[in-house]
């Protein structure tokens, strides 16, 4: 069975803090993805990545990077120089080849960034 | 586009009164999905559909809850009756096929509390 776990249930940091989001996941298939949601207070839920299991380049998006890991099942997301905006849920989320229920959602960090 | 179209935003019933929450896909997505978001479970796959037919309902709770997509650009979820222990955020969620495969676009969800 596939699970995701996030350890961290609340991160508070202050603005300019870097904080790191934790992931761990666990699945028996050679070919998956992973991904990073973000659910800010009004609740919608944002697309941040994807990465597949063959690719193991970190990836920097301005802010944003992430660190995927196999050896140790791990898919890291940081905030660099964080930003009250940046104060969200994030979800951590792991999918095979196929749509449907193997599409499993961590529990979510949700990060507090104060001012 | 316009993204996930989701209606209502907000719905606030009665215990045994019937439920229709509606969702719009993104046009040209091929998969929908209903989750559901509580405290307790997280986010929960309720159902998907490819192009319009059910393919996974082992996540809908119980007979209570129904979904409907009588085409390709409009999907139901129906409960009846209602019970306070579904009061939750309902989100709807559509995909592509092809390379943005697996990319869950979610609408801004519905809100339900049963009284």
């Known amino acids: 069975a596939q699970k995701v776990t996030q350890a961290q249930t609340e991160i508070s940091v202050v603005e300019k803090e870097d904080v790191t989001l934790d992931c761990v996941y666990e699945t028996r298939d050679t070919t998956y993805y992973l991904f990073w949601y973000k659910q800010p207070p009004s609740g919608e839920l944002v697309f941040l990545i994807r990465r597949n299991s063959f690719d193991e380049q970190n990836e920097i998006s301005g802010r944003y990077s992430w660190n995927f890991q196999k050896s140790t099942s791990s898919f890291n997301f940081t905030i660099t120089a964080s930003q009250v905006v940046d104060s969200a849920v994030y979800f951590c989320?792991?999918?095979?080849?196929?749509?449907?229920?193997?599409?499993?959602f961590g529990p979510g960090t949700r990060l507090s960034v104060l001012p | 586009d316009a993204g996930v179209i989701q209606s209502p935003r907000h719905e606030v019933t009665e215990m045994g009164q019937e439920v229709t929450l509606r969702c719009k896909p993104i046009s040209g997505h091929d998969y929908l999905f209903w989750y559901r978001q509580t405290m307790m479970r997280g986010l929960e796959l309720l159902i998907y559909?490819?192009?319009?037919?059910?393919?996974?309902d082992s996540g809908m709770p119980e007979d209570r809850f129904s979904a409907k997509m009588p085409n390709a650009s409009f999907s139901t979820l129906k409960i009846q009756p209602s019970e306070p222990r579904d009061s939750a955020v309902y989100f709807c969620?559509?995909?592509?096929?092809?390379?943005?495969?697996?990319?869950?676009?979610f609408g801004a969800g519905s809100r339900l509390t049963v009284l």
């Open positions: 559909f490819n192009n319009n037919v059910p393919i996974d």
């Open positions: 989320a792991l999918s095979d080849e196929n749509y449907g229920q193997n599409f499993v």
């Open positions: 969620a559509s995909s592509p096929v092809g390379a943005g495969a697996n990319v869950l676009t």
